[in-house]
Nanobody
Framework: QVQLVESGGGYVQPGGSLRLSCAAS????????MTWYRQAPGKQRELVASITSGATTTYADSVKDRFTISRDNVKNTAYLQMNSLSPEDTAVYYCNAYYLRTFSYWGQGTQVTVSA
């Protein structure tokens, strides 16, 4: 059974940083596009950042220059480094693994709360 396990969420003050991790198991991690999404209360889930198997990255405009997505194909883990956090970044963050429009797996989510 494929598993994606997010970690690293928590409570942080505005301007602070967090690093999220998404550990994958039972997939050929290196061929998957890894994407972070987030969903704030009362809002739709939105794409935050994505990294392809070839390490091409894409970011939502709202997080460009603040967030960095990366991957370690040896550890089967994707990361999201989040800097200069603001209350608007408060959401549940989800990891997704995607391959060839056929295979798509989700993690359980990790809560990020940014508040003074």
């Amino acid at each position: 059974q494929v598993q994606l396990v997010e970690s690293g969420g928590g409570y942080v003050q505005p301007g602070g940083s967090l690093r999220l991790s998404c550990a994958a198991s039972r997939i050929t991690f290196s061929i998957y596009t890894m994407t972070w999404y987030r969903q704030a209360p009362g809002k739709q889930r939105e794409l935050v950042a994505s990294i392809t198997s070839g390490a091409t990255t894409t970011y939502a405009d709202s997080v460009k220059d603040r967030f960095t997505i990366s991957r370690d194909n040896v550890k089967n883990t994707a990361y999201l480094q989040m800097n200069s956090l603001s209350p608007e970044d408060t959401a549940v963050y989800y990891c997704n693994a995607y391959y060839l429009r056929t295979f798509s797996y989700w993690g359980q989510g990790t809560q990020v709360t940014v508040s003074a």
